[in-house]
Nanobody
Framework: QVQLVESGGGLVQTGGSLRLSCAAS????????MSWYRQGPGEQRELVAI???????KHADSVKGRFTISRDNAKNTVYLQMNSLKPEDTGVYYC?????????WGQGTQVTVSS
């Protein structure tokens, strides 16, 4: 079992920055890929960024050049640095981990970008 706890969300103005954190606990040695998803109001959940255990990353086209995913394996934490935020980035951001053949989700953290 893996538990994920997100933090760092909040209210920010257009053009601002936030850094989200996702702390993992439990069977952390089995964690492989970690990722961030988001779900805007009335929208489906979508992949924002993904990072492998070796640090290979991929970002959605909508956030390329603005968001950066990273991980600190020593702290069992994955981060999402979000810069140049836009109102369309508003939503609940979820952390997801793949470990030992199962997927695990955090509870989500709200990000609101005001225009």
């Amino acid at each position: 079992q893996v538990q994920l706890v997100e933090s760092g969300g909040g209210l920010v103005q257009t053009g601002g920055s936030l850094r989200l954190s996702c702390a993992a606990s439990g069977s952390i040695l089995s964690i492989n890929v970690m990722s961030w998803y988001r779900q805007g109001p009335g929208e489906q959940r979508e992949l924002v960024a993904i990072i492998s255990s070796t640090g290979i990353t991929k970002h959605a086209d909508s956030v390329k050049g603005r968001f950066t995913i990273s991980r600190d394996n020593a702290k069992n934490t994955v981060y999402l640095q979000m810069n140049s935020l836009k109102p369309e980035d508003t939503g609940v951001y979820y952390c997801k981990a793949y470990a030992a053949g199962s997927y695990y989700w955090g509870q989500g953290t709200q990000v609101t970008v005001s225009s």
